[in-house]
Protein backbone atom coordinates (compact mmCIF):
# COMPACT_ATOMS: atom_id res chain seq x y z
CA UNK A 1 0.00 0.00 0.00
CA UNK A 2 2.98 2.39 0.80
CA UNK A 3 4.52 1.63 -2.61
CA UNK A 4 1.28 2.58 -4.35
CA UNK A 5 0.90 5.71 -2.16
CA UNK A 6 4.20 6.34 -3.27
CA UNK A 7 3.71 6.12 -7.24
CA UNK A 8 0.74 7.62 -6.95
CA UNK A 9 2.39 10.87 -5.63
CA UNK A 10 4.91 10.76 -7.86
CA UNK A 11 2.82 10.60 -10.87
CA UNK A 12 1.15 13.88 -8.55
CA UNK A 13 4.18 15.35 -8.60
CA UNK A 14 4.70 14.55 -12.48
CA UNK A 15 1.79 16.30 -13.54
CA UNK A 16 2.27 19.37 -11.82
CA UNK A 17 5.52 19.91 -12.35
CA UNK A 18 4.44 19.51 -16.17
CA UNK A 19 1.36 21.59 -15.95
CA UNK A 20 3.27 24.67 -14.08
CA UNK A 21 5.92 24.22 -16.95
CA UNK A 22 3.59 24.69 -19.73
CA UNK A 23 2.66 27.67 -17.78
CA UNK A 24 5.48 29.44 -17.09
CA UNK A 25 6.67 28.80 -20.81
CA UNK A 26 3.36 29.90 -22.32
CA UNK A 27 3.22 33.10 -20.09
CA UNK A 28 7.30 34.22 -20.87
CA UNK A 29 6.13 33.46 -24.71
CA UNK A 30 3.63 36.12 -24.71
CA UNK A 31 5.55 38.31 -22.69
CA UNK A 32 8.76 37.92 -24.89
CA UNK A 33 6.38 38.13 -28.40
CA UNK A 34 3.97 40.93 -26.92
CA UNK A 35 7.40 42.93 -25.56
CA UNK A 36 9.25 42.31 -29.07
CA UNK A 37 5.88 43.17 -31.02
CA UNK A 38 5.30 46.55 -28.73
CA UNK A 39 8.43 48.51 -29.82
CA UNK A 40 8.95 48.54 -33.44
CA UNK A 41 5.50 49.89 -34.02
CA UNK A 42 5.76 52.48 -30.80
CA UNK A 43 6.39 56.22 -31.63
CA UNK A 44 6.94 57.98 -28.51
CA UNK A 45 7.05 61.60 -28.89
CA UNK A 46 9.44 62.47 -25.36
CA UNK A 47 8.64 65.30 -22.92
CA UNK A 48 11.03 68.16 -24.23
CA UNK A 49 12.79 68.67 -21.01
CA UNK A 50 14.96 65.58 -20.54
CA UNK A 51 14.81 63.50 -24.04
CA UNK A 52 17.40 60.89 -23.94
CA UNK A 53 18.35 58.79 -26.72
CA UNK A 54 15.19 57.39 -28.67
CA UNK A 55 16.49 53.89 -28.47
CA UNK A 56 16.54 53.54 -24.79
CA UNK A 57 13.75 55.73 -23.85
CA UNK A 58 11.37 53.02 -22.36
CA UNK A 59 14.02 52.29 -19.84
CA UNK A 60 14.04 55.85 -18.48
CA UNK A 61 10.07 55.91 -18.15
CA UNK A 62 9.93 55.36 -13.80
CA UNK A 63 9.88 57.08 -11.00
CA UNK A 64 13.41 58.85 -9.68
CA UNK A 65 13.37 59.40 -5.78
CA UNK A 66 14.34 62.46 -5.09
CA UNK A 67 14.05 62.61 -1.72
CA UNK A 68 14.95 65.70 0.52
CA UNK A 69 14.39 67.87 -2.24
CA UNK A 70 11.70 70.75 -2.12
CA UNK A 71 9.01 71.04 -4.90
CA UNK A 72 8.68 74.74 -6.14
CA UNK A 73 5.54 75.55 -3.86
CA UNK A 74 4.65 78.90 -6.77
CA UNK A 75 3.61 76.48 -9.25
CA UNK A 76 0.05 77.88 -10.42
CA UNK A 77 -2.38 75.13 -11.59
CA UNK A 78 -6.36 74.67 -11.54
CA UNK A 79 -8.54 72.91 -9.42
CA UNK A 80 -11.14 70.88 -10.30
CA UNK A 81 -13.99 73.65 -9.57
CA UNK A 82 -11.96 75.72 -12.25
CA UNK A 83 -10.51 78.08 -8.96
CA UNK A 84 -6.75 79.09 -10.03
CA UNK A 85 -4.54 77.59 -7.13
CA UNK A 86 -1.08 77.36 -6.04
CA UNK A 87 0.77 74.55 -5.16
CA UNK A 88 1.12 76.42 -1.91
CA UNK A 89 -1.99 76.89 -1.05
CA UNK A 90 -2.04 73.38 0.24
CA UNK A 91 1.19 73.18 2.12
CA UNK A 92 2.16 75.23 5.10
CA UNK A 93 0.70 72.63 8.85
CA UNK A 94 0.10 69.29 7.29
CA UNK A 95 2.24 66.82 4.75
CA UNK A 96 0.96 66.20 1.64
CA UNK A 97 0.13 62.94 -0.53
CA UNK A 98 1.13 63.41 -4.22
CA UNK A 99 0.06 61.70 -6.96
CA UNK A 100 0.75 62.62 -10.89
CA UNK A 101 -1.58 60.62 -13.11
CA UNK A 102 -3.86 61.76 -15.98
CA UNK A 103 -7.62 61.21 -15.26
CA UNK A 104 -8.80 60.01 -18.72
CA UNK A 105 -5.73 56.93 -19.01
CA UNK A 106 -7.33 53.79 -19.93
CA UNK A 107 -5.06 51.93 -17.61
CA UNK A 108 -3.93 51.88 -14.18
CA UNK A 109 -4.37 55.64 -13.30
CA UNK A 110 -7.68 54.57 -12.48
CA UNK A 111 -6.10 52.12 -10.06
CA UNK A 112 -3.72 54.35 -8.83
CA UNK A 113 -6.64 57.08 -7.45
CA UNK A 114 -8.94 54.50 -6.13
CA UNK A 115 -6.84 52.68 -4.28
CA UNK A 116 -5.67 55.91 -2.49
CA UNK A 117 -9.07 56.85 -1.72
CA UNK A 118 -9.18 53.33 -0.31
CA UNK A 119 -5.92 53.70 1.58
CA UNK A 120 -7.69 57.01 3.43
CA UNK A 121 -10.58 55.36 3.88
CA UNK A 122 -9.12 52.27 5.22
CA UNK A 123 -9.98 51.85 8.97
CA UNK A 124 -5.82 50.67 9.80
CA UNK A 125 -5.33 54.79 8.94
CA UNK A 126 -5.83 56.59 11.69
CA UNK A 127 -5.29 59.81 10.02
CA UNK A 128 -8.03 61.83 8.86
CA UNK A 129 -7.84 63.77 5.62
CA UNK A 130 -7.92 67.56 5.95
CA UNK A 131 -7.24 67.23 9.65
CA UNK A 132 -4.12 65.67 9.58
CA UNK A 133 -2.80 65.28 5.73
CA UNK A 134 -3.81 66.77 2.39
CA UNK A 135 -4.03 64.79 -0.93
CA UNK A 136 -3.47 66.05 -4.32
CA UNK A 137 -3.83 64.30 -8.29
CA UNK A 138 -1.72 66.12 -10.16
CA UNK A 139 -2.92 65.59 -14.07
CA UNK A 140 0.22 65.39 -16.42
CA UNK A 141 -2.02 66.20 -19.40
CA UNK A 142 -1.94 69.68 -20.06
CA UNK A 143 -5.04 69.33 -22.78
CA UNK A 144 -7.61 67.85 -19.53
CA UNK A 145 -9.70 70.63 -18.32
CA UNK A 146 -11.65 71.08 -14.54
CA UNK A 147 -14.62 69.83 -15.45
CA UNK A 148 -12.58 66.34 -16.57
CA UNK A 149 -10.94 66.46 -13.36
CA UNK A 150 -14.34 67.50 -11.38
CA UNK A 151 -15.43 64.23 -13.29
CA UNK A 152 -12.98 61.81 -12.31
CA UNK A 153 -12.83 62.90 -8.53
CA UNK A 154 -16.70 62.58 -8.19
CA UNK A 155 -15.75 59.19 -9.77
CA UNK A 156 -12.92 57.72 -7.36
CA UNK A 157 -14.60 59.70 -4.29
CA UNK A 158 -17.32 56.94 -4.12
CA UNK A 159 -14.18 54.56 -2.65
CA UNK A 160 -14.02 56.86 0.18
CA UNK A 161 -16.62 57.25 3.08
CA UNK A 162 -15.20 59.23 5.69
CA UNK A 163 -15.79 63.11 5.48
CA UNK A 164 -13.36 65.81 4.35
CA UNK A 165 -12.24 64.98 1.00
CA UNK A 166 -14.20 67.39 -1.35
CA UNK A 167 -11.94 70.02 0.49
CA UNK A 168 -8.63 67.96 1.08
CA UNK A 169 -8.41 65.39 -1.83
CA UNK A 170 -7.81 68.33 -4.64
CA UNK A 171 -7.79 67.21 -8.82
CA UNK A 172 -5.75 69.56 -10.32
CA UNK A 173 -5.02 70.22 -13.88
CA UNK A 174 -2.47 73.18 -15.78
CA UNK A 175 -0.28 73.79 -18.27
CA UNK A 176 2.44 71.88 -19.94
CA UNK A 177 5.36 73.95 -18.56
CA UNK A 178 3.97 73.79 -14.96
CA UNK A 179 3.39 69.90 -15.35
CA UNK A 180 7.05 69.30 -16.33
CA UNK A 181 8.33 71.79 -14.08
CA UNK A 182 6.61 69.80 -11.25
CA UNK A 183 7.57 66.38 -12.41
CA UNK A 184 10.91 67.22 -13.23
CA UNK A 185 10.86 67.99 -9.32
CA UNK A 186 9.92 64.95 -8.29
CA UNK A 187 11.04 62.35 -10.82
CA UNK A 188 8.44 61.48 -12.36
CA UNK A 189 9.38 60.44 -16.17
CA UNK A 190 6.69 59.98 -18.95
CA UNK A 191 6.45 60.00 -22.53
CA UNK A 192 3.88 60.68 -24.99
CA UNK A 193 2.64 58.50 -27.36
CA UNK A 194 0.74 60.18 -30.48
CA UNK A 195 -0.34 57.49 -32.18
CA UNK A 196 -2.37 56.20 -29.20
CA UNK A 197 -2.99 59.43 -27.60
CA UNK A 198 -1.73 57.91 -24.67
CA UNK A 199 1.16 58.40 -22.16
CA UNK A 200 3.70 55.76 -20.93
CA UNK A 201 4.49 56.31 -17.21
CA UNK A 202 5.07 54.85 -14.06
CA UNK A 203 2.60 54.35 -10.83
CA UNK A 204 3.89 55.71 -7.36
CA UNK A 205 2.64 58.23 -4.98
CA UNK A 206 4.76 60.85 -2.95
CA UNK A 207 4.66 61.75 0.77
CA UNK A 208 5.96 65.52 1.14
CA UNK A 209 6.85 67.64 4.26
CA UNK A 210 4.07 70.45 5.12
CA UNK A 211 6.98 72.07 4.01
CA UNK A 212 7.30 70.61 0.40
CA UNK A 213 9.73 68.38 0.99
CA UNK A 214 10.12 65.29 -0.55
CA UNK A 215 9.91 62.63 2.58
CA UNK A 216 8.98 59.13 0.88
CA UNK A 217 7.74 57.21 -1.92
CA UNK A 218 5.39 54.30 -2.07
CA UNK A 219 5.79 53.04 -5.71
CA UNK A 220 3.32 50.80 -7.22
CA UNK A 221 -0.21 51.04 -7.76
CA UNK A 222 -1.37 49.35 -3.97
CA UNK A 223 -1.12 51.42 -0.83
CA UNK A 224 -1.40 49.72 2.75
CA UNK A 225 -3.18 52.33 5.09
CA UNK A 226 -0.66 51.21 8.23
CA UNK A 227 1.91 52.20 5.93
CA UNK A 228 0.88 54.98 4.49
CA UNK A 229 0.16 56.59 8.04
CA UNK A 230 3.46 55.58 9.19
CA UNK A 231 5.05 57.82 6.04
CA UNK A 232 2.27 60.92 6.67
CA UNK A 233 3.74 60.85 10.38
CA UNK A 234 7.05 60.96 9.78
CA UNK A 235 6.21 63.23 6.88
CA UNK A 236 4.66 65.55 9.11
CA UNK A 237 7.70 65.43 11.41
CA UNK A 238 9.64 66.42 9.16
CA UNK A 239 11.56 63.10 8.57
CA UNK A 240 13.01 61.85 5.48
CA UNK A 241 12.16 58.25 4.49
CA UNK A 242 14.29 55.55 3.25
CA UNK A 243 14.43 54.33 -0.54
CA UNK A 244 11.82 52.17 -1.76
CA UNK A 245 12.30 49.41 -4.17
CA UNK A 246 12.00 50.07 -7.91
CA UNK A 247 9.03 47.51 -8.85
CA UNK A 248 8.15 48.85 -11.99
CA UNK A 249 4.46 48.57 -13.23
CA UNK A 250 4.60 50.75 -16.68
CA UNK A 251 1.43 52.01 -18.10
CA UNK A 252 0.38 51.73 -21.53
CA UNK A 253 -3.04 50.11 -22.21
CA UNK A 254 -3.56 47.56 -25.31
CA UNK A 255 -3.81 49.24 -28.66
CA UNK A 256 -7.05 47.44 -30.63
CA UNK A 257 -5.78 48.94 -34.15
CA UNK A 258 -1.98 47.35 -33.82
CA UNK A 259 -2.99 44.85 -31.68
CA UNK A 260 -0.14 45.55 -29.51
CA UNK A 261 -0.20 44.89 -25.41
CA UNK A 262 1.65 48.27 -23.77
CA UNK A 263 3.93 48.49 -20.98
CA UNK A 264 1.21 47.30 -18.29
CA UNK A 265 -0.08 43.88 -19.74
CA UNK A 266 3.97 42.86 -20.63
CA UNK A 267 5.21 43.56 -17.31
CA UNK A 268 2.23 41.68 -15.63
CA UNK A 269 3.10 38.47 -17.63
CA UNK A 270 6.46 38.93 -16.70
CA UNK A 271 5.25 39.05 -13.22
CA UNK A 272 3.03 35.99 -13.31
CA UNK A 273 6.06 34.34 -15.54
CA UNK A 274 8.56 35.09 -12.75
CA UNK A 275 6.17 33.85 -10.11
CA UNK A 276 5.01 30.62 -11.89
CA UNK A 277 9.06 29.72 -11.76
CA UNK A 278 9.39 30.47 -8.39
CA UNK A 279 6.30 28.39 -7.13
CA UNK A 280 7.53 25.96 -8.97
CA UNK A 281 10.70 25.71 -7.62
CA UNK A 282 9.86 25.72 -3.85
CA UNK A 283 7.15 22.79 -4.84
CA UNK A 284 9.94 20.78 -6.03
CA UNK A 285 12.13 21.46 -3.07
CA UNK A 286 9.61 20.80 -1.10
CA UNK A 287 8.29 17.48 -2.47
CA UNK A 288 11.78 15.86 -2.71
CA UNK A 289 12.49 17.19 1.26
CA UNK A 290 9.38 15.18 1.85
CA UNK A 291 10.81 11.97 0.18
CA UNK A 292 14.09 11.83 1.40
CA UNK A 293 12.56 12.32 4.86
CA UNK A 294 10.09 9.13 4.28
CA UNK A 295 12.93 6.81 2.74
CA UNK A 296 14.58 7.30 5.85
CA UNK A 297 11.91 6.92 8.24
CA UNK A 298 11.34 3.57 5.92
CA UNK A 299 15.60 2.67 6.49
CA UNK A 300 14.69 3.27 9.79
CA UNK A 301 11.97 1.04 10.74
CA UNK A 302 13.12 -1.57 8.44
CA UNK A 303 16.66 -1.78 10.50
CA UNK A 304 16.75 -5.21 13.11
CA UNK A 305 16.85 -3.89 17.07
CA UNK A 306 20.48 -5.39 17.92
CA UNK A 307 19.93 -7.86 20.38
CA UNK A 308 21.97 -7.94 23.96
Known amino acids: MRQDVKLSSRYGIARGMALAFLVGCVVSSVAQAQAGKQAPGTTLDPISFRAPDPAVRFQDIKIEQKLE ?14 APVKLADYFGDKPVVLGLVYYTC ?14 FDGAANALQLGDDYIALAVSIDPRETP ?17 GAEENFRFLTGTQENIEVLADAVGYRYYYDKETDQYAHAGGIMILTPK ?5 YYLGTEYLPKKLQFALMDAAEGRIGPLMD ?61 VG
Not at 147 to 163: D, I, N, P, Q, W
Not at 252 to 276: E, K
Open 69 to 82: QYIPLDLAFTDETG
Open 246 to 306: QFVALCFAYDPSTGAYGFYIVNALRVVAGMTVLALGTFISVMLLRERAGRRRDATAGTPTP
Open 106 to 119: PSFCNVILQNMAIA
Open 212 to 216: GQLSS
Open 147 to 163: AVASEKKASVLKMYTRG
